[in-house]
């Protein structure tokens, strides 16, 4: 994957390298003149030369390339791309011109730069290892005037031929000449086949659940410069909470998720409003909106609080997990201040912590536990009261701050009115109990389908109801269930 050929290939950076090129091959030539290693043959054209050659027909092709290639060094002066009239008789490579006099097309002078070069994987069979055969490097030294020398005219050579480049890039010219390390800051389009990649081989990993890889493409991509870790932290909160569980080194969601939101906090010294191409709310949040990673971490840490795991043993709350605690005191700094005071989701995941601590503290009560009695009773009472009262409280500015925001609010409350309950022994779990004795006591009474429709004795009722006294329309009549036949024959 990092073996494609991301080469950056702009336009200040072509220009940068062919003057560095060209600059030492100039000053190659300027020191070869100057020790005397150039071949005298090969010469720019003189008025003398030119003669000698046009009248000599020894050979009509050659000279007529010479005349050529005056022709074109006449022009490149007439441009100004050549240099000046003391130097055009100095000694100049045979094709060392910018343009090739042949061909007439731009020379290449970083091939140039390395055709000077002895490739050793083209020698290497012929090294001599024999150090009777070793003779001494040959080291000469030329004076500081002369060094000077040579960087002043390789300098006006190469400046000749590039006036009208840009300031950027002369300015890198310039420190390259002074031996100062240049830092070139790689383009945005050099990276950019790495996130494409990268990209791809974490998505595809994920859908196909294999976590092991989609950790190693996460964990690359956000250490790549430019990448923003708050627009993939939905990847590797689902990364982390597939391998978590598996593996110890590797933190939980809820470590990532709190580690973000304690790094990136939502108030920021710019506009972030003013950038159309980002989403401020999943991203990093705004001053009006909550950011969606600080909410998802508040929901994992109440899951974690809510477990049976980890009780707490030294906490005012026993028998409650010590990470309810630090949520509630770390949720009731963060509704101070904007953009979580506003923020009705966040009311509720407030509310929703003193319903659990409500629900542990007053089970309690619930297990008819004897040790369980006097002042800490008292004190038990007074605590799952207030938290109850809280809760309440947070409900309502979670109703207040926001109408888009439901829930079932109706149901709450019932739970908290039971909580309420358990304190003095009228929970709604004896209620059951209590329905099914009143039911085995009403299974011995006949029911109303065993009763016979005809005269039914009541002994006992006889002494009380008197059989000849008068009803209530003025009747005596006997008292009798249904009709009989003989009577109404009658």
């Known amino acids: 994957m990092f073996e494609l050929p991301t080469v950056q290939n702009s336009k200040r950076i072509r220009t940068t390298r062919k003057l560095r090129y060209q600059y030492i091959n100039a000053l190659h030539r300027e020191h070869a003149k100057l020790q005397g290693q150039l071949n005298p043959g090969i010469a720019l054209p003189t008025p003398e030369n030119s ?14 390339s010479i005349v050529r290639k005056r022709r074109k060094r006449r022009l490149l002066g007439v441009l100004g791309c050549a240099d000046s009239d003391s130097e055009l008789s100095d000694l100049e490579p045979q094709n060392g011109g910018y343009l090739d006099a042949e061909t007439g097309s731009h020379y290449d002078s970083e091939k140039e730069f390395f055709s000077r070069h002895e490739k050793p994987q ?5 090294w001599k290892t024999d150090q009777h055969l070793a ?10 005037a002369d060094c000077r020398q040579i960087e002043k005219n390789a300098h006006r050579r190469t400046m000749a031929k590039n006036t009208h480049i840009p300031r950027t ?22 990276h950019s086949i790495h996130y494409r990649q990268l990209s791809e081989l974490l998505q595809t990993s994920i859908l196909h659940r294999k976590w092991e890889n989609a950790y190693r493409c996460f964990s690359i991509l956000i250490r790549l410069p430019g990448v923003d870790i708050r627009g993939l932290w939905g990847a590797g909160a689902a990364i982390l909470d597939a391998l978590s569980p598996s ?33 401020p709310v999943f991203r990093s949040g705004s001053k009006t909106h909550s950011a969606k990673f600080v909410i998802t971490w508040l929901w994992e840490s109440l899951f974690e609080a809510c477990s049976d795991g980890n009780p707490s043993s030294n906490n005012s709350y026993d028998g409650i997990n010590s990470r309810l605690p630090k949520l509630m005191e770390k949720i009731s700094e963060m509704v101070l201040t904007p953009p979580y005071m506003e923020d009705p989701e966040v009311w509720f995941i407030y509310a929703l912590c003193y319903l659990v ?5 007053s089970d309690r009560f619930s297990s008819q536990n004897d040790a369980f009695s006097g002042l800490e009773k008292d004190i038990a009472r007074n605590q799952v009261t207030q938290n109850i009262t809280n809760a309440h409280n947070c409900l309502k500015n979670c109703l207040d701050k926001g109408d888009c925001f439901k829930f079932p609010h109706r149901f709450l409350q019932e739970q908290l009115s039971a909580f309420e309950k358990r304190l003095y022994g009228t929970t ?9 004795k009143s039911f085995e006591n009403s299974s011995s009474e006949p029911s109303a389908s065993d009763l016979d429709t005809q005269e039914f004795p009541v002994p006992e009722l006889s002494s009380i109801f008197n059989e000849e006294e008068e009803d209530f329309f003025g009747r005596s009549e006997r008292v009798h269930f249904g009709f009989d036949s003989e009577e109404s024959s009658s």
């Open 51 to 64: 003669a000698a050659e046009e009248s000599s027909d020894a050979d009509a092709q050659r000279a007529s």
């Open 357 to 361: 601590c409500a629900d542990q503290l």
């Open 122 to 126: 083209e020698s290497f069979e012929l």
């Open 428 to 436: 709604s779990d004896s209620r059951p109990s209590e329905e099914t």
């Open 247 to 279: 593996t110890k080194d590797i933190g939980s969601t809820t470590d990532f998720l709190g580690w973000l939101s304690s790094i990136y906090t939502s108030r920021s010294n710019f506009n972030q409003s003013m950038n159309l191409s980002l989403d």
């Open 135 to 144: 003779t001494p490097i040959v080291s000469r030294t030329i004076s500081y």
């Open 169 to 190: 890039t002369q300015f890198q010219y310039s420190a390259m000449r002074n031996g100062s390390e240049v830092y070139i800051p790689p383009s945005p389009a050099y």
